[in-house]
């Protein structure tokens, strides 16, 4: 059977990125990688499983980020529990990154670079 070991995320900006997966999400900071040119990847754990999301420093710039209803991976889905459901609104709002959707299960935001990460209370329905 095949598990997750990681997922990963280019950005244009690894400090922003860092404020926003670390900072206003609470990952957990599990590496920093750096090389001549300075920091290059961040390790953040995604729970008890052992998996973590690299955040990686993008190299190229210039091409288009992927857009919304475009072939790719859409998300980065994290698990909330939905008695929670408010005070994370609130607190990515607080933080600069409005809801821009909802379902009875879960909200959407986007990271610094506009990816879309969703915060999930399935199969638990919001009240």
Do not use: N
């Not at 300075?38 to 980020?65: C, I, M, N, Q, T």
């Not at 475009?70 to 889905?77: E, F, N, P, S, T």
């Amino acid at each position: 059977m095949l598990g997750v070991h990681h997922l990963a995320v280019k950005t244009k900006d690894l400090i922003k990125s860092e404020v926003f997966y670390v900072d206003v999400l609470g990952l957990p900071l599990l590496k920093r990688h750096e090389d001549a040119r300075g920091p290059r990847s961040l390790w953040l754990g995604l729970g008890g499983s052992g998996a973590f999301l690299a955040v990686e420093r993008a190299e190229d710039l210039e091409s288009p980020a992927r857009h919304d209803e475009g072939v790719g991976w859409h998300c980065v889905a994290l698990t909330m529990e939905v008695d929670q459901r408010a005070s994370w609104i609130a607190r990515l709002e607080a933080a600069g990154h409005p809801i821009f959707r909802q379902t009875p299960y879960s909200i959407y935001v986007r990271d610094p670079d506009g990816a879309v990460v969703a915060l999930s209370h399935y199969p638990h329905e919001a009240r």
